[in-house]
């Protein structure tokens, strides 16, 4: 056997000649000794897999035709010895990286610095541990955004231990759920309370009927929110004995209860009233807040200003008429995180203020405190030079007046 056939082989998958060619001639060098197979569909990519052994895949979720999340399904499933990283905008987070390292699937944020890809493809290369099954090891809230950046229009199916259910993705967007004798909503937050299991993709010539027009990431914090209030319950109750509670002895024995003891207090000064007092400076605060985010409203093309904490639940706001302050702080929170973990990847330090432009004007995010953050929602032409020295301005007493 030769020195080159005892070299690596990777194959990378975009639909991008761009970044086909980018990755083709930068990714080897003298510390990464590879030998590169290309494809720029995940169809061409399954056909070159048939006919030569891959050491490693590198692909890009969102492509026509077979998508990146279907070509690593069915990696895993006809080949599960080979790694694959995924390229994606996908924003990593703590759980994801232990996803990583534990489940060998890796996540490489667009834009990447190719140092940062050759350290992957380089620590992939070496690995041992790898998927088994479908999909195993990931949670299937991470596996639900993939679909939805990636606009995929798919189907898939969720086993865990026996009980099964399906989502449906058009273009990205959930539109039907199904979960036992469950439909819609209600189905899939059943389906966000599976603790494991399979998943797999399949297509369809014809959705069913839609059942869900609620935006995925608002579905996503809703069912987060269903299972932390269930699992909270559970903790409260699961050491909880009706026969060893006071009322119950109380209750027991003949007659009516005793009566509890209270002990007399102290007559309160009557020229002071903490509690009076603390509702006050409360009261103030809130209208000071309010007037704090009224001075960007009051800037042309404003048209709405949020605080929203980094879970996602709106603090306070004001908004035009009509517009749903709530909705906009649960889907701004994956935003403002995608943005955070971007300057993380890039090493370029913490955020302090970042903009996404659109056709119809700007969304600007800027953290407030280490617990929540500014949504400054605008026009195309507004003046962005003032929204910015508003920032800069009041954050620091929009974060004492909110009391965060």
């Known amino acids: 056997m030769t020195k080159k056939d005892k070299k690596k082989r990777v194959l990378i998958v975009d639909d991008e000649e761009d970044m086909i060619w980018s990755l083709q001639k930068n990714l ?19 056909s070159i897999l048939e006919k030569t052994k ?49 489940g060998g699937l890796r996540f490489i944020e667009k834009p990447f610095d190719i140092k ?9 290369l070496k690995m041992d541990s790898h998927f088994e099954g479908k999909m195993t090891g990931i949670r299937l809230t991470d ?27 058009s273009e990205g967007t959930i539109v039907h759920a199904t979960c036992d004798d469950l439909v819609g909503e209600e189905a899939f937050y059943k389906l966000m309370s599976f603790k494991g299991g399979t998943m797999e993709t399949f297509y369809m010539d014809k959705f069913p009927e839609s059942t869900i027009s609620t935006p995925v990431d608002v579905l996503l914090l809703k069912g987060t929110l269903r299972e932390d209030e269930r699992d909270g319950n559970d903790d409260d109750l699961k050491d909880f004995d009706p026969e060893l509670s006071p009322a119950s002895e109380m209750l027991d024995e003949e007659g009516p209860p005793a009566a509890i003891y209270e002990p007399e207090l102290e007559p309160i000064n009557d020229e002071v009233y903490p509690a009076e007092t603390n509702n006050e400076e409360k009261e103030e605060d809130m209208d000071e807040l309010k007037e704090l985010l009224t001075e960007f409203t009051n800037i042309p093309g404003v048209n709405t200003a949020c605080l929203v904490g980094r879970d996602g639940f709106l603090l306070h706001s004001v908004a035009l ?20 973990a971007m300057g993380k990847q890039l090493q370029k330090g913490g955020m302090s203020m ?25 026009d195309k032409d507004a ?8 920032i800069k301005k009041h954050a620091r007493d929009i974060e004492q007046k909110a009391g965060i």
């Not at 080897?28 to 399954?46: H, K, R, Y």
């Not at 596996?143 to 990636?150: E, F, K, P, R």
């Not at 056709?359 to 407030?368: A, E, R």
């Open 28 to 46: 080897p060098n003298e510390n990464l000794q590879v030998i590169i197979f290309t494809a720029s569909s995940g169809e061409e990519a399954l």
């Open 54 to 102: 891959i050491d490693l895949i590198v692909t890009d979720i969102r492509m026509p035709g077979i998508s990146g999340i279907d070509l690593l399904i069915a990696v895993r499933n006809t080949y599960p010895d080979i790694e694959v990283i995924v390229m994606t905008a996908f924003p990593s987070s703590e759980s994801k990286a232990e996803v990583m390292e534990k």
């Open 116 to 124: 940062e890809m050759r350290d992957s493809v380089h620590s992939a």
């Open 143 to 169: 596996i639900v955004q993939i679909h939805h950046l990636s606009q995929a229009s798919t189907v898939l199916r969720i086993n865990d231990d026996g009980r099964e259910g399906v989502i449906y993705f």
């Open 321 to 340: 008429s009509g517009i749903d302050a709530e909705m906009i702080g649960a889907i701004a929170s994956s935003g403002f995180g995608a943005s955070e």
């Open 354 to 378: 970042t903009m996404v432009e659109y056709d119809n004007g700007p969304v600007m995010f800027s953290p407030v405190g280490s617990e929540a953050f500014l949504v400054i929602i605008a």
């Open 383 to 390: 003046n962005l030079g003032m929204i910015r020295l508003k």
